[in-house]
């Protein structure tokens, strides 16, 4: 496959703005990822695309920017199972940053160990069709049991539509789940509607964690968080405190940065941090979404 960028890829903001929104201490970006670059960590063959380098030291860089502390960094597509990339960046963090890997069904327990001490605990099933070829639900099973005795847990990454197909499969997986942008919902469809409650009910009969995470991915109205806009994405905001406020222990915030397969704008990061505001309205709730919930679940040992 060709190395060229994708045709029309959207590079990642060059100049984010200053978050209005001041954090609370020890935030976490708990959904973002790095793209190579590619001359030290080669896309893989099988890709459904081609992305500009994003690597460890703009993703840091940002972090910094937005007065964040840490980060949690979602294996990208575009490196299929070889976590070379990840790795790197976990091993520069210097403990600030978690893992989320892609591994195939035959990996290795020694294989399992070297990404868990470089900070892996999880792994990322991907149902989204223009993102993957589908995986069989007995190779996934069989990944699922592997990484059960590390106490590593499951991202899930699918449509809406999807969930009805899905749902039991997920019930069935032996590990905690975490549930990628509100499992992608129809945000012109009532917050209040049949769809949204049936996410809402799988989600609190499986416990899972829910990342509240992507707007500018789900909104079909914005506006987008560009030239200072600070309520962008009002069709998102209301779907988003549902979920804040049913799972208030369980729900997580994430920048998706580079932000990869945009193709109607690419968002001011620090507007996006603003956007939490709209989110999570007390200072109660943005601290769980941004520093207890995610402390718990990947730095379990730090919590006092």
């Given at each position: 496959?060709s190395?060229?960028v ?17 954090a609370?201490?020890g935030?976490?970006?708990?959904h ?5 670059p590619?001359a ?21 860089a940002l972090r910094?920017?937005l ?12 490196h ?11 091993l520069?963090?210097d ?8 591994v ?42 592997k ?15 999807d ?17 990628d942008?509100m ?9 209040e ?5 049936r ?43 549902r ?5 208030p222990d369980?729900v ?5 940065w ?16 603003d ?30």
């Open positions: 496959m190395t060229d994708t045709p029309g890829w959207l590079r990642w903001h060059p100049e984010p703005s200053t978050p209005t929104f001041t609370p201490a935030a976490v970006d708990a973002c990822h790095v793209f190579g590619a030290r960590f080669p896309f893989a063959p099988e890709r459904k695309y081609t992305p500009v380098d994003a690597g460890e030291e703009q993703l840091f910094d920017h007065g964040l502390s840490r980060n949690v960094i979602v294996q990208a597509t575009c299929g199972s070889d976590n070379s990339a990840l790795v790197d960046a976990l520069a963090s403990g600030r940053a978690r893992g989320v890997a892609a195939d069904p035959d990996v290795t327990p020694e294989e399992l160990e070297r990404l868990h001490e470089a900070g892996v605990r999880g792994v990322r099933f991907n149902f989204v069709k223009r993102l993957v070829d589908a995986a069989p639900t007995a190779a996934l099973e069989e990944t699922a049991t990484i059960a005795p590390l106490g590593w847990h499951v991202v899930l990454y699918f449509e809406a539509p969930l009805p197909h899905l749902e039991e499969f997920f019930l069935s997986l032996p590990v905690p789940l975490v549930i942008h499992g992608r919902p129809d945000v012109s469809a009532d917050p509607g049949p769809e949204f409650a996410f809402l009910d799988f989600a609190d009969r499986s416990g899972a964690w829910v990342k509240v995470s992507c707007p500018e991915r789900l909104s079909k109205i914005g506006p987008p968080a560009l030239h200072g806009e600070q309520h962008a994405y009002t069709d998102v905001v209301p779907f988003a405190r979920v804040v406020e049913t799972f369980r997580l915030w994430g920048t998706d580079p932000h990869p397969n945009l193709t109607d704008h690419m968002p001011d990061d620090g507007l996006l941090l956007h939490v505001r709209h989110l999570a309205v007390t200072a109660e709730q943005q601290q769980a979404l941004l520093v207890d919930n995610p402390m718990r679940l990947y730095w379990p040992d730090e919590q006092s």
